[in-house]
């Protein structure tokens, strides 16, 4: 059976820092991309990265380049999202998930958009965690 777990979500002070991890079950994180997403309450799902170990991508939104960083751990078949210099805006449910149908994140992404940066198509992503909750105070 696939499973993913996140887990490390908190409350933290604005400038402050967490870091999320998805356990992954039933598949390898090797072989399939692994995403980040996050949804505030009132607002759209929104992607935050995505990470494929196959071929050593990873894609941010604009919103978390420079301060949130994703990796894996293949032994621990887990990925990782460290998230730094927190805003207030950054509170929200954050989720992962995987897309068993491709090997690769890039093919979740659309790219292009000089505003919004890369855009991690949540709505292919088959098999999602259960969420944990960050809570950024100002």
């Known amino acids: 059976e696939v499973q993913l777990q996140a887990s490390g979500g908190g409350l933290v002070q604005t400038g402050g820092s967490l870091r999320l991890s998805c356990a992954a079950s039933?598949?390898?994180?090797?072989?399939?991309?692994i995403g980040w997403f996050r949804q505030a309450p009132g607002k759209e799902r929104e992607g935050v990265g995505c990470i494929s170990t196959s071929d050593g991508r990873v894609y941010y939104a604009r919103s978390a380049k420079g301060r949130f960083t994703i990796s894996a751990d293949s032994a621990k078949n887990t990925v990782y999202l460290q998230m730094d210099s927190l805003k207030p805006e950054d509170t929200a449910v954050y989720y992962c998930a995987g897309d068993l149908s491709t090997r690769y994140c890039g093919a979740t992404v659309t790219t292009g958009d000089p505003l919004r940066g890369p855009f991690i198509r949540w709505y292919e992503y088959d098999h999602w965690g259960q969420g944990t909750l960050v809570t950024v105070s100002s």
């Open positions: 039933g598949f390898t994180t090797d072989e399939h991309p």
